[in-house]
């Protein structure tokens, strides 16, 4: 419980010190900089500071509102404090709030104001809320949220939290590590990359599903390592690594359809939201007090579907607490970490955004619709500024790294050349954002997506995958094996990406390298099962995926051999399901699910589906059977194709070819042009579930978000523990052990590194030979990477005098007793090490 006393001081503005607030931004207008330099100085201002002297700074960019137009006796900061406990972890209460108003001061395109009475929220307690709130042209009243706040405990659609910021500093646990990186001259340090990551969604690699259950859990493992303690095989899975990525943690879209607790997290009763007074024409407003439903947010998403706003606060769905110290805590866990410090590296996404951005943010931030939803106006210099302060904000809770996704997203037409350009320059901004942390400067280490000309046709085999690398050597980009198209479980995979692998090994160092990734193994559940699979990785389809992307052979040569950073999902190591996550979509939710139809191909076994508990909504719905489920889900996909998603089209064809007329005349000679009438037609055997019968929009919507919120279910890790293999797992972390004790691996091969391959028609193999630039070792390497099994004379193939070198490393259930001849199966390897003394 956060616990909150009640308190009865006004909140009030404060005369002179908002104009001293006003004096410092009018100085800076004044000044001689540029525009944008400028508007980095204003951002750092911006949003809500809780002062050391108990005060409140709060500023707002509105060029919306204005002057002239927008009165300021119509522009009110509304300011909600609780009066009453609020409970984190309880789904739904009321709270009574202490309801104010304040006029904030007007400057230019700015609101400001320092307020006195505010109440700071922190660790154990919850502080005010609050947002701007105005009368717009049609007279309602509109909102204005901060965008730049700290924290977000009910959502993006609710009013920001006042939070302690300087406390939460104050009071973190791993100064110490921060101290280290301090210089005599107060000149920032650039943090050194770690040799391998590991990348975990937050709600699904949690045991609880937040980030207070990855802290437990690291904790708990780092205990057990300090005491010389056994790990389980799950508990393998996590360690070995010297970082941790995180999907996207910051707010993403929300649910705009009506649920049972209606639209958003913090409901107000109808008689208690703003009107306009239509005698004053003005807002009718009195502080008062009023009782506020508050709902745990639930929103489940694989992170990408972001909106911008609030990008400096973290997704309420992941804390367990709703306080912005878990983030700190985990943070701090891993600084920690009995073995040595854990790095940590945020995801973030900062070039594009999801339509529902239009609702959150003036018009400024946002130049018009593309591919995602919406391209972010990074070259209007009031909006780079504000990006930039975002992720400064974001990079002071203590990370060590960030990856920028999309990063080939950042473009603009250049009226100079008239063409459209990359903006490298502000890629370069974001790689020079200093954080400041008890009394350190560093920058964090950056990591690139990056695929230019993507999405252009052909952008995998034209991209170079180091556009990035050339003008910021020390940056890393994704590499083209870790990128999103890999599909190892298809026959001559390897075999069709020799060119690639083998750039791997001449210019790879500065890539993020290895085969499964959150893209990758989404891509995986998208291959049609009539392709040419590759059988010998298992008998089913959720086996050969497992075995494709937690496979022996490729572990063996990203970490044994390869140059690059590698990094694993731990989705694929804990061989659990994954796919396009969130139940947040009331609009193209029946859409993304049917694109996603092959889960249950993929990932889901039919006596898997048959147990109790495992697609809990489908089966109260009435989809019981797996194989019916399948089949409506290709007949759903062909019926959006064929109606370019009008959903009430949609429910049409589902209506008139499984309900009471499917079996007319009229109804059959439509399947026979019509490809989802043809697949739906299938359904249509005595024992059809009911549910078929009742198909419209209402109902494929709720398909949708129960299938959703099933399958980030079943997606979590730790439900299937049991299933995991120790000697796969103890075999995965030898070789992370391995890279870590020759870091030298890392670098691009050398005039004495040697690389080959032998691909016949039924068998692909790989094999080479590195050796360290001091000439001290040599790492030697035979991986079969698909199909029949091949005899391997690695000694005759690499001239080597066998009898120096020694086994370091077999595949699992690979005995080995005779180095000079040895069969390889299918993701079986052996990697050999040989000392010069």
Not at 74 to 93: A, C, K, M, R, V
Not at 201 to 209: E, F, L, R, Y
Not at 536 to 565: C, H, Q, R, W
Not at 743 to 752: D, T
């Amino acid at each position: 419980m956060v616990t909150t006393t009640r308190r009865a001081a006004e909140i009030t503005l404060v005369a002179d010190e908002t104009q001293k607030l006003l004096d410092w931004v009018q100085g800076v207008q004044a000044s001689d900089e540029t525009i944008f330099h400028k508007s980095q100085q204003i951002a750092r201002r911006l949003g809500a500071y809780y002062r050391p002297d108990g005060l409140t700074e709060i500023g707002f960019w509105v060029p919306e509102l204005s002057p002239g137009e927008i009165q300021p006796k119509n522009i009110y900061l509304e300011i909600f404090t609780p009066l009453g406990d609020i409970h984190p972890s309880q789904d739904l209460q009321t709270v009574t709030f202490r309801r104010e108003y304040v006029n904030l001061q007007r400057d230019g395109e700015y609101m400001w104001g320092v307020l006195s009475g505010m109440k700071a929220g922190d660790a154990n307690q919850f502080g005010s809320f609050y947002w701007l709130r105005y009368l717009d042209y049609d007279n309602d009243v509109s909102t204005i949220g901060d965008f730049l706040a700290d924290s977000l405990p009910y959502g993006v659609y609710a009013p920001a939290e006042l939070y302690d910021r300087d406390k939460l500093q104050r009071d973190r646990r791993d100064k110490a590590y921060f101290q280290q990186f301090r210089t005599d001259d107060g000149s920032p340090v650039k943090v050194k990359p770690p040799t391998n990551i590991l990348q975990l969604h937050v709600n699904t690699a949690s045991p609880n599903g937040y980030l207070s259950g990855l802290t437990q859990l690291f904790q708990k493992i780092s205990d057990k390592l300090a005491n010389g303690e056994p790990l389980t095989p799950a508990e393998e899975n996590y360690v070995g690594y010297e970082a941790v990525q995180l999907l996207p943690i910051e707010p993403t879209v929300e649910y705009l359809g009506h649920r049972e607790h209606g639209h958003g997290f913090f409901l107000c009763s109808d008689e208690d939201r703003l009107q306009m007074d239509p005698e004053s024409e003005s807002i009718e407003h009195e502080s008062d007090e009023i009782k506020v439903q508050l709902k745990k947010p639930d929103t489940e998403n694989w992170g990408y579907d972001i909106v911008i706003f609030g990008m400096a606060a973290t997704n309420p769905s992941v804390l367990e607490t709703q306080r912005p110290d878990e983030v700190v805590e985990f943070i701090e866990t891993l600084h920690n970490f009995s073995t040595g410090p854990i790095q940590v590296v945020y995801d973030i996404v900062y070039g594009h955004a999801d339509n529902q951005a239009l609702n959150l943010l003036n018009g400024r931030f946002l130049k018009g619709p593309n591919m995602y939803g919406q391209d972010v106006n990074h070259q209007n210099p009031g909006v780079r500024a504000i990006l930039l302060e975002m992720q400064r904000r974001k990079s002071d809770t203590g990370v060590d790294g960030i990856r920028v996704d999309g990063a080939q997203d950042f473009k603009y037409f250049n009226p100079m050349s008239g063409r459209v350009e990359y903006d490298d320059v502000y890629l370069q901004e974001m790689a020079q954002v200093p954080q400041e942390i008890a009394g350190s400067c560093r920058y964090p280490y950056t990591i690139f997506e990056d695929g230019r000309p993507w999405p252009a046709e052909g952008w995998e085999e034209i991209s170079t995958y180091r556009d990035i690398i050339e003008f910021l050597p020390e940056s890393f980009q994704w590499g083209p094996l870790v990128f999103a198209h890999n599909t190892p479980s298809l026959q001559k995979f390897w075999s069709r990406k020799w060119k690639r692998v083998c750039e791997v090994m001449q210019v790879g160092a500065n890539w993020i390298t290895g085969c499964g990734n959150h893209d990758t193994l989404r891509r995986g559940t998208q291959v049609d099962p009539e392709m040419p699979i590759n059988w010998n990785l298992g008998k089913t389809l959720p086996e050969v995926l497992n075995n494709a992307y937690d496979n022996p052979a490729i572990t063996m040569l990203v970490y044994g051999f390869s140059p690059g950073l590698p990094m694993d999902f731990i989705n694929c190591t804990m061989r659990a399901p994954w796919g396009f996550l969130r139940n947040t979509d009331d609009r193209y939710g029946v859409k993304v699910v049917a694109e996603e139809a092959g889960f249950l191909d993929w990932q889901v076994e039919p006596e898997v589906y048959d147990l109790s508990g495992i697609f809990p909504r489908l089966k109260r719905m009435g989809f019981r059977k797996i194989g019916e489920l399948r089949q409506f889900m290709r007949g759903l996909q062909h019926a959006i194709e064929e109606t370019d998603y009008d959903l009430d089209e949609v429910a049409h064809i589902c209506q008139r070819h499984l309900g009471h007329q499917s079996d007319s005349t009229e109804m059959k000679e439509e399947a026979k042009s019509l490809t989802s009438a043809a697949e739906l037609q299938k359904l249509n055997v005595s024992e059809k579930s009911p549910i078929l019968q009742e198909l419209d929009v209402g109902k494929l919507k709720e398909f949708a978000t129960a299938f959703m919120e099933d399958a980030h279910e079943i997606c979590n890790v730790w439900n299937h523990e049991q299933f995991l293999d120790a000697q796969q797992t103890a075999y995965n972390r030898q070789l992370r052990q391995f890279r870590l004790a020759r870091p030298w691996l890392r670098e691009n091969f050398g005039a004495r590194d040697r690389f080959n391959h032998i691909d016949e028609e039924t068998a692909t193999l790989y094999y080479g030979l590195r050796t360290s630039p001091d000439e001290t070792e040599q790492v030697a390497i035979a991986t079969h990477m698909g199909g029949d099994p091949l005899t391997v004379t690695l000694g005759d193939w690499l001239q080597l005098d066998l009898e120096e070198w020694e086994i370091a490393l077999t595949s699992p259930g690979l005995d080995i007793s005779d180095l000079r001849t040895l069969t390889l199966s299918d993701s079986q390897g052996v990697l050999l090490t040989r000392v010069n003394r």
